[in-house]
T-cell receptor, first 114, second 114 residues
Framework: NAGVTQTPKFQVLKTGQSMTLQCAQD?????MSWYRQDPGMGLRLIHY???????DQGEVPNGYNVSRSTTEDFPLRLLSAAPSQTSVYFC?????????????FGPGTRLTVL | SQKIEQNSEALNIQEGKTATLTCNYT??????LQWYRQDPGRGPVFLLL?????KEKRKERLKVTFDTTLKQSLFHITASQPADSATYLC?????????????FGTGTLLAVQP
């Protein structure tokens, strides 16, 4: 199993540009989530999904959109990038959504918005 | 306000000694508490989970305690090795209806000197 994969590893955007961060998992996990990690702030939940077709907001959802058309994929979209979105983004998954199990994290995407 | 606090300063110890990391929280009632390890440039990796009705959990050289009265968890690494050098994150699991959410602390950097 590849686990949780994320692409790209690094990205530089200009203010106002849009992009999609890709996340995929091959463990058939129901629950997937996106976090951002900033110095001194810890991991903060952006959006999460409890299954295909179901998404919900986390702690810091503004400026981000998500969709979950398949169990495997959970892309994160930045519609109009802002410097405040410069961060490291992590995708994670676990099974089942209502359970208390370990989360598996991807390797992260380091995003810089100029 | 709700807070999870971990020592922001790095913990430096000598190889072979026991490292003890602290996680304190306020205004949360977690059902579970988890500890993760994060190496530079990588995603967090799950280490241990402890339930609210458990006082202590062990796994090889790792030991976690959970005191819901003090609202504190201690994470111990015995016979520490330079390979244990990393950032350690604690995370609270909160019951949330259809899904349980993880709330992360900011992490403590552990440096084990040979």
């Amino acid at each position: 199993n590849a686990g949780v994969t994320q692409t790209p590893k690094f990205q530089v955007l200009k203010t106002g540009q849009s992009m999609t961060l890709q996340c995929a998992q091959d463990m058939n996990h129901e629950y997937m989530s996106w976090y951002r990690q900033d110095p001194g702030m810890g991991l903060r939940l952006i959006h999460y999904s409890v299954g295909a077709g179901i998404t919900d907001q986390g702690e810091v959802p503004n400026g981000y959109n998500v969709s979950r058309s398949t169990t495997e994929d959970f892309p994160l979209r930045l519609l109009s990038a802002a410097p405040s979105q410069t961060s490291v983004y992590f995708c994670a998954s676990r099974a089942p959504s209502g359970g208390v199990n370990e989360q598996f994290f991807g390797p992260g995407t380091r995003l810089t918005v100029l | 306000s709700q807070k999870i606090e971990q020592n922001s300063e790095a913990l430096n110890i000598q190889e072979g000694k026991t490292a003890t990391l602290t996680c304190n929280y306020t205004n949360y009632s977690p059902a579970y508490l988890q500890w993760y390890r994060q190496d530079p440039g990588r995603g967090p990796v799950f280490l241990l989970l402890i339930r609210e009705n458990e006082k202590e959990k062990r796994k090889e050289r790792l030991k976690v305690t959970f005191d819901t009265t003090l609202k504190q968890s201690l994470f111990h690494i015995t016979a520490s090795q330079p390979a244990d050098s990393a950032t350690y994150l604690c995370a609270l699991t909160l019951y949330g209806g259809a899904t349980n959410k993880l709330i992360f602390g900011t992490g403590t950097l552990l440096a084990v000197q040979p």
